[in-house]
């Protein structure tokens, strides 16, 4: 019976409801509005503001973006980068691997400030009138999925109408996902490997480029620096950085973090100063960065466990409420418009909705939880560690000290796991 019902729903369109309008959520009302479908996007905060620092969008996301119209605004508000640079902490250089249209690949990577970002899939979903609706201040706390459709709770009943049902139901409410916990509901606080996370942003003058993403340091006290806004008439540039600290020993993610995880945390100069203050990359001078920062925020290096299923019923997870991940490899964004696109085409390609959620699941599950266990390993940043145990006060010739072929081979086989096309051998090492 309930296989008819959706049958005559064939070639038709469906009534979803997504929480959270982050970047996963946004996106997957713009796929799945462009499929012909209706869209309500159900935020918890009060208004819809950009928020955040820097982040990077890898090119096989930004294909995503840009079939749904979005290249040239990403074009005009990003920086197309065209290398990450891996360094010791003596600033030398261990691996330069070519990104983006330098990379070989068919699109650019893009660093961009997480609100330009945010603006942009705002204006796109806009532009999609009434077939997305995106209320604020509505946070969804219950999804309960029955053969023919998906009711939610909201912490605030009078938010609920008869909109408050849906076809499809989509949480996309991030890290602390309510649809998660109620799911799995003894999950537990995220897990936290004992380092401790800043980010910043500071107006400085550009370095190596313009275009250049660089990490420097090892598992004890990472750097991470790059360029998010194209630079202005007297060469300055938006730049976001991140100072990672071990202040525990919770590799592979075994402790609770000392406070819950918030994006809008302020952190301190002074606790990064006696660090990295001295720190150079190229003609950056690291102590400056920090201490002229205009905005830093504190986070705790967290992520969870991979789940053994993502959806029940008519109801899935997308984006950091299913696969909350280490900051490593640039994937936080970019495997969340995955998600999307993925659900999206699901969407299209199965007349019931409950087999296009499996679909769904079956397409995305395995590799976001294989780049969580990578994570947990250190991901690509490994290369940082096998040069620093080998050579812990730098070195005269890299090629003494490590073969650059085994260096690129743990870049490649990251790069192929997280969905990256092969790119070329383009890849160079330090002398
Ligand atoms: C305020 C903020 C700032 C961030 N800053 C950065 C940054 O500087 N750099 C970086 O790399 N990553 C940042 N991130 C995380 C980054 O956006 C995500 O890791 C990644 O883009 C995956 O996106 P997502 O849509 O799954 O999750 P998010 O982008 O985190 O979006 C989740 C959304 O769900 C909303 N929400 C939460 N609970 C509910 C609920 N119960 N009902 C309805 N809505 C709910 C949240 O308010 C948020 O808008 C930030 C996230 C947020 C929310």
């Excluded at 360094?87 to 250089?93: D, I, P, S």
């Excluded at 996309?172 to 490997?193: C, L, M, V």
């Excluded at 609770?256 to 100063?273: H, K």
Aim: glycine fraction near 10%.
């Amino acid at each position: 019976m309930q296989q008819n019902v959706d049958l005559v729903k064939m070639g038709k369109t469906y009534d979803i409801a997504i929480s959270g309008a982050g970047i996963g959520g946004l996106t997957a009302a713009i796929a799945l509005a462009d499929a012909g479908h209706r869209v309500v996007v159900y935020e918890a905060a009060r208004e819809i503001k950009p928020l955040g620092v820097g982040i990077n969008v890898l090119p096989h996301a930004v294909d995503v973006l840009s079939a749904h119209g979005m290249g040239n605004a990403l074009a005009a508000n990003a920086v197309a980068t065209e290398s990450l640079v891996f360094m010791n902490r003596f600033g030398q250089l261990i691996y330069r691997d070519p990104r983006g249209l330098a990379g070989g690949y068919g699109s650019p990577q893009y660093s961009i400030h997480r609100g330009a970002l945010h603006n942009i899939l705002i204006d796109a979903a806009r532009l999609r009138g009434s077939n997305i609706e995106i209320r604020a201040n509505a946070r969804v706390v219950r999804a309960e999925s029955f053969d023919d459709h998906v009711r939610l709770s909201f912490a605030d009943a009078s938010v609920a109408d008869s909109r408050s049902t849906a076809d499809v139901f989509v949480a996309a409410d991030g890290i602390h996902s309510a649809i998660r916990a109620q799911y799995f509901p003894h999950e537990g606080a995220a897990k936290w490997n004992g380092m401790m996370m800043w980010r910043g942003v500071t107006r400085a003058k550009s370095f190596m480029g313009g275009r250049t993403m660089a990490q420097a340091g090892n598992r004890l006290a990472k750097f991470v620096v790059y360029p998010i806004a194209k630079p202005d008439a007297s060469g300055d540039q938006l730049i976001n950085w991140i100072c990672d600290i071990r202040v525990a020993d919770g590799i592979g993610g075994t402790l609770t973090a000392p406070s819950r995880e918030s994006w809008s945390t302020p952190g301190c100069v002074e606790d990064l100063l006696p660090t990295f203050g001295h720190w150079r990359i190229d003609s950056l001078r690291v102590g400056e960065i920090i201490a002229n920062a205009t905005q830093i925020f504190e986070w705790p290096m967290v992520d969870r466990d991979p789940l053994p299923a993502w959806t029940h019923g008519r109801a899935t997870l997308l984006g950091d409420a299913a696969h909350p991940m280490y900051p490593i490899g640039s994937n936080g964004a970019t495997q969340a418009i995955l998600d999307a696109k993925a659900l999206a085409d699901a969407i299209q390609a199965h007349a019931n909705p409950v087999e296009a959620l499996s679909a769904y699941e079956t397409t995305r599950r395995p590799m976001t939880a294989n780049i969580v266990r990578m994570n947990r390993r250190e991901g690509l940043d490994v290369i940082l560690d096998m040069v620093h145990e080998r050579a812990p006060n730098g070195f005269s010739r890299l090629a003494d000290v490590i073969d650059p072929a085994e260096i690129s081979r743990v870049v490649q086989q990251y790069k192929m796991a997280a969905g990256h096309r092969p790119a070329p051998a383009l890849a160079e090492t330090g002398k």
